[in-house]
């Protein structure tokens, strides 16, 4: 009998996470790197959110909390989700989790069962597959492609949805592409979800990049667009993104009552409430101004010209230009079966980042990682200088492989 449990061997470590390290480690030793692997922002926290957070400390808010969330927060998220969705809900549809990661993880952990069947877009962000596997799920890659710009097809999702389908997970804009979708882009995937034979289908929305949208392009939510799928979706979000806290460790999700109670049960066991400060401080950045976010927008959208342009200049790169996030996800097609001057063949994306590390000191994210291949994220999240210079790297990189 072995040690270490047999669910284990059903997942990997999660890739964007191991590159970030493995470029840490590699600067602790004294090289040069750019690290452009990691989702997120560059800004720091807005002073009034570390202000609130201070404050709970100074008043002894230190202990304890409810296990999904002081009243406070239900009450600001139930106010965030009519004030920018149009969705109704109460502080008991709600649940409040350590990440959006984690209050993904109590969902699906909640409700599968050993063959149910979790369809999400392709690519798509690394964690979701690793997650329905250690629940004993099956995941169902449903397949986009950059001429569609990384829209999911109606026809194709129905295509994908069987009889053992549990969830379809919907992310947008997406990480890893930046792909986002208009409301009657959503509307047409649920239509799909509407027909009485997919109607035992439940939506999963992870909504976290909801506020970086470029271009004009407005928000929607699928609850939001098709209300009659309120009973049967889950409308998660978090702070870490468009509010620079990544680290704070904070992740929210509304929808229908049993399900929220399912998740409780499992988190009660798990790591209990998240950080008592870090709720405070979420009470004031959904309830404080909002202003910051268009103002750091304006920043990504520098940066996302800049990277796009640059990628388009570099051999066998293809670059599209995404709508949403902070992240492009250039086709690295044309380097496929070319040598470095080091002697190594790029036979796969990884093979591509691997040596763009060791030899340029670009850490980048591969393809295959996000199930869409042969490509790699970058994350520009980062300084004009950082991103610039990185950018220079790749080309060189491109143009010396023969």
Known sequence: ?????????????????????????????????????????????PQNIKDAAKKALDEGK?????????????????????RDNGLDYKPSQVSVGTGGKQVLYNALLATLNPGDEVIMPAPCWVSYADIVLLGGG???????????????????????????????????????????????????????????????????????????????????????????????????????????????????AAGPEPLIKAMCKLQSQSTSNPSSITQWAAVEALNGPQDFIAVNNAKFVERRDLVVSMLNQAKGITCPKPEGAFYVYPSCAGTIGKTTPKGVTIKTDEDFVTALLEEEGVAVVHGAAFAGSPAF??????????????????????????
């Open 1 to 45: 009998m072995g040690f270490f449990a047999d669910s284990l061997n059903r997942i990997q470590p999660s890739a964007t996470i191991a590159v970030s390290t493995k470029a840490r480690q590699l600067k602790a030793q004294g090289r040069d790197i750019i690290s452009l692997s990691a989702g997120e922002p560059d800004f720091d926290t």
């Open 62 to 82: 230190t202990k304890y909390t409810d296990v999904d969330g002081i009243p406070e927060l239900k009450a600001a998220i139930c106010a965030k989700f009519k």
């Open 138 to 252: 099956t995941p169902v890659f449903a397949e986009t492609t950059a001429a569609d710009g990384y829209r999911l097809r109606p026809e194709v999702l129905d295509k994908a949805i069987t009889p053992k389908t549990k969830w379809f997970v919907f992310n947008a804009p997406s990480n890893p592409t930046g792909a986002a979708y208009s409301a009657e882009d959503i509307k047409k995937l649920t239509d799909v979800l509407m027909q009485p034979k997919n109607a035992h289908v439940w939506v999963l929305t992870d909504d976290m990049y909801e506020h970086l949208l470029y271009d004009g392009l407005k928000f929607f939510t699928p609850a939001q667009v098709e209300p009659r799928l309120y009973d049967r979706t889950l409308t998660m979000n978090g702070l870490s993104k468009a509010y620079c806290m990544t680290g704070w460790r904070l992740g929210y």
């Open 377 to 402: 994220r970058i994350s520009y999240a980062a300084s004009t200088e950082n991103l610039t210079e990185a950018c220079k790297r790749i080309q060189r990189f491109c143009g010396n492989l023969r």
